[in-house]
């Protein structure tokens, strides 16, 4: 599967942003779906995960509340809304794809054998 994540750039603190991830290739609905971002002298972290069919997620507690991942399987795309958004968001964003299925705490222990390229995000103060 080839993945492509577009939405990024330059926002208030307190603002929001959509972040989209396009995916090619094989079935998409076989894909557990996740978000990570990486800042600068930091390692990659996880951001949120999706389950094959969308029905369960999981999200890193420092956006919880404030992000919400989706994915519709008709578009070959996972989203990642964005909302409250703080400086420390700030950072490059990638979505992955792992082709096993992935439930609850599993999303955060996924390999993720796929990564499309990031798309940045910068949060202003």
């Known amino acids: 599967v080839q993945l492509q994540a577009f939405g990024g750039g330059l926002v208030q603190s307190g603002g929001f942003l959509r972040l989209s991830c396009a995916a090619s290739?094989?079935?998409?609905?076989?894909?557990?779906m996740g978000w990570f971002r990486q800042s600068p002298g930091r390692e990659r972290e996880f951001v949120a995960g999706?389950?094959?069919?969308?029905?369960?997620?999981g999200y890193a507690d420092s956006v919880k509340g404030r992000f919400t991942i989706s994915r519709d399987n008709a578009k070959n795309t996972v989203y990642l809304q964005m909302n409250s958004l703080k400086p420390e968001d700030t950072a490059v964003y990638y979505c992955?794809?792992?082709?096993?299925?992935?439930?609850?705490?599993?999303?955060?222990?996924?390999?993720?054998?796929?990564w499309g390229q990031g798309t940045k995000v910068t949060v202003s103060s």
């Open positions: 999706i389950s094959r069919g969308g029905g369960s997620t």
């Open positions: 992955a794809a792992d082709s096993s299925p992935l439930y609850g705490s599993g999303l955060f222990r996924g390999t993720y054998d796929y």
């Open positions: 290739g094989r079935s998409f609905s076989s894909y557990s």
